[in-house]
């Protein structure tokens, strides 16, 4: 019962570098998100994909790009990471985009951009 | 744009004690969820609620849908070291995803 596995789990990126955070969930879920989380700002979305073939933006998408790559499959690319994208970045996935029940995460990908 | 505030930030507590947190919200809410974040792990639905004046609890935690809507209350009744972690609300913006709170911190001290 793996859930949504995200790997790498830790990452150190020097600036200007690139790198890209995997993603899968194995319940079968329609919609995939992506979090960043900072202390005391809680969790902001980067972006989200509603269903396969679909993404959007959210609240702080610069800086980042998503694929999704199929159904189970939802990648964050940092093209050129910056020192203030050094954060936690958790992925989350819903049976559709508009549950009432909330999202399953996964453990968190720890980057430090330096 | 909606946002949620959550109240004590952080706090620290004997064990056995009972904890006591609130989220708030500027804009009405039709469903409130309470999230744990154990240390370096994801967070984990605790409580959903669903109606205002809604009274739920899950073991030792209790969580209440306010009436005004703009509120929910989260309790923990005799406080234990693994309740230690972030306590998060989130509450669906309109027609879109959930947003969530900063976050309330919790130690406790044996």
């Known amino acids: 019962n793996a859930g949504v596995t995200q790997t790498p789990k830790f990452q150190v990126l020097k600036t200007g570098q690139s790198m890209t955070l995997q993603c899968a969930q194995d319940?079968?879920?329609?919609?995939m998100y992506w979090y960043r989380q900072d202390p005391g700002m809680g969790l902001r979305l980067i972006y989200y994909s509603a269903s396969e073939g679909t993404t959007d933006k959210g609240e702080v998408p610069n800086g980042y790009n998503v694929s999704r790559l199929n159904k189970r499959e939802f990648s964050l690319r940092l093209e050129s990471a910056a020192p203030s994208q050094t954060s936690v970045y958790f992925c989350a996935s819903s049976e559709e985009f508009w549950v009432n029940y909330g999202y399953t995460f996964g453990s968190g990908t720890r980057l430090t951009v330096v | 744009g909606q946002q949620l505030n959550q109240s004590p930030q952080s706090m620290f507590i004997q064990e056995g004690e009972d904890v006591s947190m609130n989220c708030t919200s500027s804009s009405i809410f039709n469903t409130w969820l309470w999230y744990k974040q154990d240390p370096g792990e994801g967070p984990v639905l605790l409580i959903a609620?669903?109606?205002?004046?809604e009274l739920t609890s899950n073991g030792r935690l209790t969580a209440q849908f306010g009436i005004t809507r703009k509120d929910s209350f989260l309790n923990i009744s005799a406080s234990i070291p693994s309740d230690v972690g972030i306590y998060f609300c989130?509450?669906?913006?309109?027609?879109?995803?959930?947003?969530f709170g900063p976050g309330t911190r919790l130690s406790v001290l044996p």
């Open positions: 319940m079968n879920h329609n919609s």
């Open positions: 989130a509450g669906p913006r309109y027609g879109q995803n959930f947003v």
């Open positions: 609620l669903y109606k205002a004046g």
